[in-house]
């Protein structure tokens, strides 16, 4: 007991902290005689649509966990950034808030950036959805070119399963396309992107026979930590690719996904392309 009112404490001073950040005028409230600076507490309940005295309550550390609605109703009352909703969560009910999927594709330069010195490992970034807004150079030469590619295009299920030298570069197709579909279900469930792609999956099962029976296969598929992916590349030949990504830091909407060559060779073949590659772009 001693431990959770320790813990509303926190939270009720992190409110009070964020509270006197805001301008009333900014919101339409009147911003002269105030004693404090912010927003008062039935304020801040009004924009929540909550009750001032629960809301008092939260801030005076008084009154039990609050529910993730009205933490999701503050949350947006105080303007809280995603980082700050999250801490939000994590002090009033000790978890992250459920998934929300927002829509922003954008790549920095500075990512970009890191994409190319990955080179010679294919690299791409994945959102949430697995479209590809950016690669690197050795991915366009093992995996395909998505600058060729309309951007509405650039879906790695879309690719997989509607683009034949796709299909030619995978030794067993197959199975690697049942483990996709059931990685692309539990991904977007967890992003909260299930509603996003539907008219993707929509579209897929009318297009693909195979995507229609694999997807209604229901099952889902979390990634071994040492998977090996093998490449049968139609000019340079068969390579084999230790497969891991990673999260992008303050990007919950993006993933990187690198393809590091399995052996001394494959690596050493990819940088003869490269470099071969620079020298006839110069």
Known sequence: MREYQHVEKRLGTWLKERRARLDPAAFGFPSERRRTPGLRREEVAQRANISPTWYTWLEQGRGGAPSADVLDRIARALMLTNVEHEHLFLLGIGRSPDARYRKNGTVTPRLQRVLDALDPSP???????????????????????????????????????????????????????????????????RAGAADEVTPLVTELCRLSPEFHTMWHENSVTEAPADIIKYIDHPVLGPFAFEHSTFSVDGRPDLTLVVYNPATLADAEKLRTVLSYRSEADA
Not at 160 to 186: H, K, N, T
């Open 123 to 189: 690299a791409v970034i994945r959102t949430a959805t697995w479209d590809v807004p950016a690669w690197n150079r050795a991915a366009t030469i093992m995996l395909g070119d998505y600058g060729a590619l309309p951007p509405a295009e650039r879906n790695i299920l879309r690719i997989i399963f509607l683009d034949p030298r796709s299909r030619a570069l995978q030794p067993d197709w197959e199975s690697m396309a049942r483990y996709v579909v059931g990685a692309f279900r539990i991904e977007t469930a």
